[in-house]
């Protein structure tokens, strides 16, 4: 059965530096999602993604994160210089054109120390 | 504002059912899901309802839509060792772009 995978599983960086989260959605899935979940909290929504655009953002979701699609394949999450606060696990999920059922890969642990 | 809410923990014993619920706020959800998480996993897509149904089942797993009182339920019939996991309710806004909002997420803990 088709799967989304994430890596790497776990990253460790240090506060200023950046990151790049990958995601391979599922190969049909047109729909591309990133949450995220700080230890002890809820899923949080931080952006959506179609037709090569930015379909939504939430207001985690500032100048320093960017998502890109640089191949067919590939999703990818960009923290540009990483807080103590970014740390989290980090979810990508993918869906297929008007299912409504959101597929979530098994997500990346970012620690930033 | 959208908010949805569930107990922490469910304790049952293996064979009972366990009903685990869940409450949101926002009326205008078209869809609710519930999603399964088991230790050092993702999030698995367990079952979801459109908000003009009342019940849903599937084999051992039936869903309870109430929208008067936006109140969510997830019954699992013959509960196994192997459902102990943690279970999120979700729900999809109307005016949003598929996006889902979470919430804290049931721990539930089955004994042999």
């Known amino acids: 059965e088709p799967e989304v995978t994430q890596t790497p599983s776990h990253q460790v960086t240090q506060m200023g530096q950046e990151v790049i989260l990958r995601c391979v959605p599922i190969s049909n899935h047109l729909y591309f999602y990133w949450y995220r979940q700080i230890l002890g909290q809820k899923v949080e929504f931080l952006v959506s993604?179609?037709?090569?655009?930015?379909?939504?953002k939430s207001e985690i979701f500032d100048d320093q994160f960017s998502v890109e699609r640089p191949d067919g394949s590939n999703f990818t999450l960009k923290i540009r210089s990483t807080k103590l606060e970014d740390s989290a696990m980090y979810f990508c999920?993918?869906?297929?054109?008007?299912?409504?059922?959101?597929?979530f890969g098994p997500g990346t642990r970012l620690t930033v120390t | 504002g959208e908010d949805v809410e569930q107990s922490l923990f469910l304790s049952v014993r293996e064979g009972d059912s366990s009903v685990i619920n869940c409450t949101y706020t926002d009326s205008s959800s078209t869809y609710l899901y519930w999603y399964k998480q088991e230790p050092g996993a993702g999030l698995q897509l367990l079952t979801y309802?459109?908000?003009?149904?009342d019940m849903k089942q599937d084999q051992r797993l039936t869903v309870l839509l109430n929208k008067k009182d936006k109140h969510l339920s997830l019954r699992i019939a013959d509960t196994q060792t192997g459902d102990s996991a943690i279970y999120f309710c979700a729900e999809i806004p109307m005016d949003s772009s598929y996006k889902l909002i979470f919430g804290s997420g049931t721990r539930l803990l089955v004994r042999p």
């Open positions: 999920a993918s869906e297929r054109r008007d299912s409504y059922e959101q597929y």
């Open positions: 993604f179609y037709n090569n655009e930015i379909s939504e």
């Open positions: 309802i459109f908000s003009n149904m």
